[in-house]
């Protein structure tokens, strides 16, 4: 079999290489971003406090003496282009977990010739880390962490194309999905995985578990395997992560869409198929060896992936949900909040250019102890539609808005949002809630589409309002505030609170917000997460180059801004090529946790364990070295 694709190109560019956009947005896309780019310019960081709040665009004087005096207990680091982790002058890292490392006695860490065996993969910890909680259970401490995807060259070492060639690769794929749930313990100043804890589990591609909410039991759900449409095999490409206020992990499957193919070269593809980059030639052949991937043979199955799927991990024998109510799209997070009448709003992203950002709200109030089973089954999905006036309002997605059956809304729901008439967006990958007041951050990682093509259902991406730069490369996060600090409201408030740049190469709006300077800059924000105190840890997934329009910006790296006064600070940079994503605190909150994912290789060897290995995504632990609290 041929490699149908390079296998480090991204999701995104490989769908759109299936799926090629149109090459030009409509004319009034084009008029309308001229207004709305004047409307921008006066409006940015609107409510930012003092000098952060004066200047609009790199051109402003004054840059990086606006800054105010730092709150962060750290001294900021420089960027990198070293294959390894930096984090400031009295701080510390250790690697946790790592890919491929055993969770259980008796099982073999990874071979480098062949990247292990499956058998060994089901009871070791996933690929390609993302999104991660901790959770506490007396004295113990149990980390949840999803296995986005996979290093197929590095998982199947075996195969020079890095496909499967047999079952076995197969299965070695589906079992290095998923998410690893392990007991962590600190001891003698060095975390490590508890192995053997009645806690380690692994979830994968093959673990069954229940569909539930209002697209449960519909035609839409049904298989051959499955003719009750409610019980399914497996989660993946879970990408970020989320976590209820009883205590379950939410973990949120993204590119589901790619590991679909067709035994039927002419099969014709359906409408919803196209919108959601479901094509007949998968990213991992898996349609060669499980016919439940293949489109000519299971073309409900598509239905059946892209949610937000809940369990309980302290209970390893649970079966998690797929929660269709909160719907289907390309899930980045799942940041919950527990509204001031005790509903629950879960707000999500949709991360593929020109998708859009969603809320849902639950019918059912939450009460501590209370019976919480059907709090996320029943409630209303919201689409956020942005108005250039810094004001928004929350779509209700319902069979009156959309023209679609509530099971429809569920399933197809980027189709109901745009039936709705919702705002395009710059990719919204995280969302995060900042802890002290009614106020939302969702980072818009960049989107070269923007201004110059539609989205895969054809709606409009004009330059504007929270996304106001055409063919944007750098990203910038966007945030709102609820009306009345009713997270249940339909109105909001809206400004950017900062637009990512290079203002060392550029003069114009590529430099981004003033709190940008030559000290902190970076590229494609992507997860994000408060701390306790407020502050905001930002994540990258961007352009390593160190060239050209990233020149100066190094690898991928991970800094903290703090709201109240507009600064950003850079704290941690990661190794070669690798995305750093994913961000937990231990109990005591003098540990943080950080997801290294698909790290690179030079002539000195892999990340993290050097000459002679393979590369491996990891988690590591960073804490002050005088015991601080770190977050
Ligand atoms: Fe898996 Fe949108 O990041
Ligand atoms: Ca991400
Ligand atoms: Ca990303």
């Known amino acids: 079999m041929s490699t ?65 005096a730092s709150r962060f207990a750290f001294t900021p680091i420089p960027t990198s282009t070293a294959n390894t982790v930096n984090v400031p002058e009295g701080y510390t890292w250790q690697v946790l977990a790592k890919w491929g490392q055993p969770m259980f006695s008796g099982v073999a860490d990874v071979d480098v010739e062949t990247g292990g065996t499956a058998a060994a993969q089901e009871k070791a910890f996933g690929d390609n880390t993302d999104g991660m909680e901790v959770f506490s259970l007396g004295h113990r401490q149990i980390l949840a962490v999803n296995n986005e995807y996979i290093q197929s060259k590095v998982l199947l070492a075996n195969r ?72 399914v095999l497996g989660t993946w490409n879970n990408c970020g992560s989320g976590r209820t206020p009883w205590g379950t992990f939410l973990t949120c499957e993204e590119n589901f869409n790619g590991y679909f193919g067709s035994s039927d070269a002419a099969l014709a593809r359906t409408p919803a198929w196209e919108r959601y980059g479901v094509n007949l030639e998968s990213r991992y052949g898996l349609e060669h060896f499980d016919p439940r991937f293949d489109l000519a043979k299971e073309p409900n199955e598509p239905n059946r992936h892209g949610y937000v799927v809940e369990f309980d991990p302290l209970d390893p024998e649970s079966t998690p949900k797929k929660r269709t109510a909160l719907g289907r799209f390309k899930h980045e997070n799942a940041e919950v909040v527990v509204n001031g009448d005790g509903r629950i709003v879960v707000y999500m992203g949709d991360d593929e250019r020109g998708e859009f950002l969603y809320k849902f709200v639950s019918e059912g109030v939450y009460t501590v102890g209370g019976d919480t089973e059907g709090l996320l089954d029943a409630g209303t999905l919201y689409a956020a539609q942005f108005s250039d006036d810094m004001t928004g309002r929350w779509l209700p997605l319902t069979p009156e808005t959309t023209g679609m059956a509530p099971e429809e809304i569920c399933v197809h729901t980027r189709m109901a949002a745009s039936a709705a008439g919702a705002t395009t967006m710059d990719r919204p990958e995280w969302v995060a809630a900042h802890p002290h007041r009614a106020e939302l951050y969702c980072a818009l990682t960049n989107n070269k589409n923007r201004g110059l093509k539609p989205n895969a259902g054809g709606d409009a991406t004009p330059v504007g309002g929270p996304n106001p730069r055409e063919a944007n490369k750098f990203g910038q996060i966007v945030r709102w505030r609820p009306e009345g600090g009713d997270h249940a409201a339909e109105g909001f408030t809206w ?26 800059m970076f590229n494609s924000p992507d997860g994000m997460r408060f701390d306790s105190r407020g502050f905001l840890w930002i994540q990258t997934d961007g352009d390593y180059s160190n060239e050209g329009d990233f020149a100066g910006q190094g690898n991928n790296q991970m800094l903290v801004g703090d709201p109240a006064t507009g600064e950003i600070a850079r704290f941690l940079t990661g190794p070669l090529k690798c995305e750093v994503t994913g961000l937990a605190w231990s109990a005591d909150r003098r540990t943080a946790f950080v997801g290294i994912q698909h790290p690179g290789a030079d002539d000195e060897g892999a990340f993290p364990d050097g000459p002679g290995t393979l590369p491996r995504s990891c988690i590591i632990a960073v804490k002050r070295e005088d015991g601080g609290v770190i977050g």
């Open 4 to 68: 149908p694709f390079d296998p480090e190109m991204s999701f995104d560019d490989y769908d759109e290489m299936k799926d090629p956009r149109p090459e030009t947005n409509g004319f009034d896309a084009v008029v309308e971003a001229a207004i709305s780019r004047r409307g921008f310019l006066g409006g940015v960081l609107a409510f930012g406090s003092g000098a952060m709040a004066m200047g609009a665009t790199g051109l402003m004087p004054g840059r990086a003496e606006a800054m105010v």
């Open 160 to 231: 020079e194309d890095g496909m499967p060639a047999d079952a076995e690769d197969a299965a070695k794929i589906k079992a290095a999905h998923g998410v690893s749930v392990a007991e962590i313990v600190e001891e003698e100043g060095q975390w490590r995985i508890v192995l053997d804890s009645p806690f380690n589990r692994r979830i994968t591609m093959e673990t069954p578990m229940e569909i539930t909410g209002p697209a449960a039991g519909s035609d839409l759900m049904k298989t051959a395997a499955d003719p009750t449409g409610t019980r």
């Open 495 to 520: 400004d950017l609170y900062m637009m990512a740049g290079n203002p060392e190469v550029f003069e114009d709006d590529r430099a981004g917000s003033p709190n940008v300077t030559a000290g902190n």
